[in-house]
């Protein structure tokens, strides 16, 4: 045998085990061992003849790719065989393919700071080429510095969802076809002058491919592959390979039409290969990389072909005070392991500062069991980033150690330095940042406010050198002053000059209305260019006033010192020690002992659409023993109405 196994699956993933059907699809809930039956299904194929490395195993993302070489081992699968399977994540497998049918290596990135030179060179491109075609609906006039993140993200979301070419075609973007596209014109715009640079750098041995980031490779892959003037012949095809005897694909549900392309593909070219796939609809978020439920519904059969459809519904990870809600919420069948206890409540705590003393209630009780239990496995999930400021201070000032998932710490975010710098300018406080983030407080502050620093009347080339060189005095006396001289948005500057005014006083009163003054939402509009996280600028600044409000601050100077502390305090931290505190999609796969989920309050989070539902699932699903909801005194959300719970108050 291949393996040895101590496992002994459940009824129902037996059957699924030893169905003889050669394609199967299985819709899953969450927590049933999704990975677990897949694996078992492989090693019994192995067991029964199959070649190990003639199948094929694919999933989404890094965290399952590693589920399924945990799964296996844990299963017995012995280390020759497991070194046969080909696969990986679809990313990387169509990586290898591509790497084999160019006959080159190109430069692979992971991180935005890899591939920011070329986001902000296409930034210029794009907005060069909309001046001069179509005058006022560039909507991003700064350098786009502070929105490279966000833009990857999307570029991310357009190559999962291919709308170029499912829906643009070749043609150059216009204000017009990225309406239709239901696009933003400026975003779009700015993919397309990026994707012209990474698609056409000529090299050595002529044009190339220039580097592939996160989620690059699948979508050239899927594009050579519906290209009308295809590069490759039968003999050279890039999925052409040794006759596959199985298909697996763990994740499902995170099938977009770039990995779904590739797939199609992989099946007509192996027809004799037999099929597994396994996702759970509920857990299809759009957002984070074009997924599609239309692949888990009557898509499959659509653009795969016939399919065996299986279920499993009896979860293993939680017991029947979280699955009975889920079932009704999800309006679908919903098991559970009697032997597994948990238990869910309803909570009514008003604001972030109730929210942080009870999650430190939480961790208190987890530190005198016996054995004391390890905070990591306590994940505080949010629908938005921006719902964590509040929480983020309250927890810092309780001594609470956390991580941040999904988003950065708050102290850390643009609009946040920005503000926390022309505080510190305005009352003359030089020690309110460390190095690193008075580095990047500095250049927040310049994309804030515009301008540069002038040479003989003109745009000193090296004013990014000097100003990184610049210490707080020499950034507050020369720097600032220039920005706000030479900047072409005068209402900004001129908005800027007044809010550091007011706080001159160090009166802890001015501190609201010199962020009312600032008005941050029309200066972020130079620096963001998603709309959403123009918005959450304002809402940031809301927080900063309720922190200073619900502190009883004495003082700005104040203020920024606790900041000051907080930031240092969070770099000391040990990593054992640190709660999770992450959005909610990037939760996605993971799972906790205790999940807090606060924010679901009547028209905060209760909406109708998939995504919306989703997300509620997938924050709910994520906890093994305790999940607890928390609303506002009179506000909850429509989604509690589903929960037969407990009550507190």
């Not at 299963?75 to 790497?99: M, N, S, W, Y």
């Not at 030179?117 to 005058?135: C, H, M, N, S, T």
């Not at 609009?415 to 460390?434: K, P, Q, S, W």
């Amino acid at each position: 045998m291949a393996h040895a196994s101590p496992f002994m699956p459940t009824r129902e993933q037996a059957r699924i085990v030893e169905e003889p059907a050669p394609r199967i699809l299985i819709e899953a809930n969450a927590g049933v061992g999704k990975t677990t039956v897949l694996c078992m299904r492989v090693l019994r194929m192995i067991d029964e003849g199959a070649d190990a490395s003639r199948i094929l195993l694919l999933a989404y993302s890094a965290p399952g790719k590693e589920a399924i070489r945990r799964t296996l081992t844990k299963h017995g699968a012995l280390a020759p065989i497991r070194k046969k399977f080909c696969g990986g994540t679809f990313d990387d497998f169509c990586a290898d393919q591509l790497a084999r049918f160019e006959n080159l290596k190109v430069q692979r990135f992971d991180r935005p700071e890899q591939v920011r030179p070329f986001v902000l060179k296409a930034i210029e491109q794009a907005r060069a080429d909309a001046d001069a075609r179509y005058p006022g609906e560039f909507g991003l006039r700064g350098t786009g510095e502070m929105s490279v993140e966000m833009l990857l993200q999307e570029f991310e979301r357009y190559k999962g969802t291919m709308v170029k070419e499912r829906l643009l075609g070749p043609t150059r973007v216009t204000p017009t076809l990225a309406a239709e596209a239901n696009c933003d014109f400026t975003t779009l715009a700015i993919f397309q002058a990026y994707e012209r640079a990474r698609l056409a750098f000529v090299g050595g041995d002529g044009q190339q491919v220039r580097f592939r980031y996160v989620g690059d490779a699948t979508y050239d892959l899927a594009c050579m592959l519906v290209s009308d003037d295809p590069v490759f012949t039968y003999e050279n095809h890039p999925l052409r390979m040794a006759p596959l005897q199985a298909i697996v694909v763990d994740e499902f549900h995170d099938m977009n039409w770039a990995m779904a392309t590739v797939l199609k593909k992989l099946l007509e070219m192996h027809p004799e290969a037999g099929f597994a796939g396994v996702g759970d609809i509920d857990q299809v978020i759009h957002a984070a990389s074009g997924a599609e439920s239309y692949f888990l519904r009557s898509g499959f059969e659509v653009e795969f072909g016939a399919v065996r459809r299986m279920t499993l519904t009896v979860t293993q990870r939680f017991g029947e005070a979280i699955a009975r809600p889920l079932a009704v919420f999800a309006r679908k069948h919903y098991a559970w392991n009697p032997s597994r206890g948990s238990d869910l409540h309803v909570i009514a705590l008003d604001g972030a500062k109730a929210q942080t003393e009870h999650i430190k209630q939480v961790l208190d009780e987890r530190a005198r069991a016996r054995p004391a239990r390890n905070n990591s496995e306590v994940a505080v999930l949010l629908r938005h980033p921006n719902a964590a400021l509040d929480l983020e201070f309250h927890l810092l000032s309780l001594g609470i150690s956390y991580e941040t998932v999904g988003f950065t710490a708050y102290m850390s975010r643009p609009e946040v330095l920005f503000v926390r710098m022309i505080l510190a300018v305005a009352i003359g406080y030089n020690d309110a940042f460390t190095d690193e983030s008075f580095m990047a407080a500095k250049r927040a502050t310049w994309e804030f406010i515009g301008g540069y620093l002038p040479n003989d009347g003109l745009r000193d080339a090296k004013s990014a050198e000097k100003i990184n060189a610049m210490t707080f005095d020499g950034f507050r006396s020369r720097a600032i002053p220039e920005f706000l001289k030479w900047t072409d948005r005068k209402q900004g500057a001129q908005r800027a000059q007044a809010a550091m005014t007011l706080a001159t006083s160090d009166q802890i009163g001015q501190l609201a209305p010199a962020l009312e003054t600032l008005d941050i939402r029309e200066l972020a509009k130079h620096v963001f260019v998603n709309a959403e996280a123009v918005e959450d600028t304002e809402d940031s600044m809301h927080a900063i006033a309720r922190m200073a409000s619900s502190n009883n601050f004495g003082s700005i100077l104040e203020l920024l010192r606790v900041i000051r502390l907080q930031e240092d305090n969070m770099r000391s931290w040990s990593s054992k020690e640190r709660i999770v505190l992450s959005t909610i999609d990037r939760a996605k796969g993971l799972e906790f002992e205790h999940v807090v989920i606060p924010g679901l309050d009547e028209g905060e989070f209760d909406g109708q659409s998939e995504d919306e539902r989703n997300l509620f699932y997938v924050a709910v699903s994520r906890a093994r023993h305790v999940v607890q909801l928390i609303h506002r005194p009179g506000r909850a959300s429509a989604y509690l109405q589903v929960c037969a719970t407990q009550t507190a108050s």
